[in-house]
């Protein structure tokens, strides 16, 4: 009885919150993330995964939504306390001589302290909020039952919008258990073992549980702190291209790459890039990312043909699909974007979202694991042009297609053959005090 009391009360609530936005009478982007953050780490969360649901929303919204961050209410130390000491089934202090009371990062999910442990090294703990599992999926219920009664079940025909939401549901849960978090950083930490400019942090197994965490303390600062890399002496251009570099390595070479590569989540520490918050991780099968392969090979050798069918491969389509029209939208499209080199090349951004356009046209149900990649590239591709305008993103794609032999005939620079070894492996990052010999020319012949 107080359940249905507190669900009615959460409902009045939110329905509250969504006149206020008048929704009816036309939507921004913006006054959608608005809304979101109004309705709570719910929503906030539920936007971010919406954001790679192109065939849902609209492109803007989805790169809007990408950017949705949430100003979550603290947890105070007390209360962090009192979590940790639940959870290890005893004293905080048996563990801990010390908790900073004020916060590295607060989220919808968790939030994240530095501490001392008792033999006195320093470590980041990555604690749960405690209420937030019970609120999602209260939240997330209330809003299945809400769209059952306006009853805007399917936005088009090929999106059933409660698939959607139990998706995300599904994504949403998998983020608050950080045994598989932990797991994540191990197998991304493995991955990045004997390349010297990248890391990861060392996760303490024996004190992380499914809603605290502890890692490594990574020292340091966030990739787009300009300040702080020009006067530690970094140059912007090399972090950037190697952190490209190592993104690149992770979707096409372990096809496991971080799914939200944005400045917060990626420190520069000690002449290295270290990659943090692994809650969620994109996996490309062989398939997938035979796929990501051909459309960049289509596109730089514009062979729409093998395009068109390699996505009718991969994605779930009517089998009565008009093939003309969709092989001369496909020749449309990949004549739009052709290239003369790989420095002309448009963002990688657009090439997708295009992509996209056609598929809802034709009803082409692109699978998630290739829109979290999409997205995670945009996101990738949004961080490195703050961080360093003047870096050539879609050159040094091209440089990796090339040593992977995508790629032949092209002008330019990317049709000597690189050791791709070489490309993904260099030097740690020089700085100040600690200036490297510049890597070795990847581009010989
Ligand atoms: N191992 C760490 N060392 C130092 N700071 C960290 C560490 N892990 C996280 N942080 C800080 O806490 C913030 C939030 O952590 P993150 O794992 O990104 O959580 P969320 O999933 O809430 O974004 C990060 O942006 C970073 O500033
Ligand atoms: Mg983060």
Redesign the pocket.
């Known amino acids: 009885m107080a359940e249905i009391g507190n669900d009615t009360r959460r409902l009045i609530e939110m329905v509250k919150v969504i006149s206020k936005y008048k929704v009816t009478q036309g939507i921004s982007p913006e006054k959608f993330c608005d809304m979101l953050k109004e309705l709570g780490p719910t929503y906030v969360k539920l936007g971010q995964l919406l954001s790679m649901h192109p065939e849902v929303i609209p492109m803007e919204y989805c790169r809007k939504l990408e950017s949705l961050r949430t100003d979550a209410s603290r947890l105070v130390t007390a209360q962090i306390r009192d979590i940790i000491s639940e959870e290890y089934g005893r004293p905080w202090t048996s563990v801990f001589s010390r908790i900073m009371p004020f916060?590295?990062?607060?989220?919808?999910?968790?939030?994240?302290h530095?501490a001392i442990l008792l033999d006195g090294t320093r470590?980041?703990v990555?604690i749960q909020r405690p209420d937030i599992y019970a609120t999602m999926e209260r939240d997330v219920r209330l809003l299945k039952k809400a769209l059952g009664i306006v009853k805007i079940k399917n936005i088009n025909d090929v999106v059933d919008l409660s698939d959607t939401i139990e998706e995300m549901w599904k994504v949403a849960q998998e983020?608050m258990d950080f045994v598989r978090e932990a797991e994540n950083i191990r197998t991304l930490r493995r991955n990045c073992e004997g390349i010297e400019y990248v890391y990861c942090?060392k996760v303490y197994e024996e004190l992380s549980t499914k809603n605290v965490l502890v890692?490594?303390?990574?020292?340091g600062f966030?990739l787009n702190d300009l300040d702080a890399m020009e006067a530690e002496g970094y140059d912007r251009n090399e972090v950037c291209t190697k952190f490209i570099n190592n993104f690149i390595k992770q979707f096409a070479e372990d096809r496991f790459f971080h799914a939200?590569p944005h400045p917060?989540?990626v420190?520069v520490w000690n002449g290295r890039i270290v990659w943090?918050?692994?809650?969620m991780m994109g996996h490309l099968s062989k398939e997938d990312a035979e796929l990501v392969k051909a459309c960049m090979r289509a596109i730089v050798s514009n062979d729409y043909v093998t395009f068109a069918d390699s996505v009718l491969n991969i994605c779930d389509h009517d089998p009565n699909i008009d093939m003309p029209a969709f092989y001369e939208r496909m020749k449309q499209y990949l004549g739009k974007y052709r290239i003369i080199s790989m420095e002309e090349m448009s963002s990688t951004v657009d090439i997708f979202a295009d992509l996209y356009r056609i598929s809802r046209d034709f009803r082409i149900v692109v699978p998630t694991t290739y829109t979290m990649f999409w997205r995670s590239m945009s996101i990738m591709e949004g961080t490195v042009t703050e961080l360093s305008p003047e870096t050539d993103l879609t050159a040094i794609i091209g440089k990796h297609l090339a040593a992977q032999n995508m790629v032949g005939g092209i002008a330019g620079a990317i049709t000597k053959s690189v050791s791709h070894r070489r490309l993904i492996s260099g030097k740690p990052l020089s700085y100040k005090g600690h200036e490297q010999e510049p890597d070795e020319d990847i581009e010989e012949e």
């Open positions: 916060p590295l990062g607060a989220a919808s999910i968790a939030q994240v530095e470590v980041a990555k983020e942090p890692m490594e303390y990574i020292g966030e939200d917060g989540n420190r943090l918050d692994m809650g």
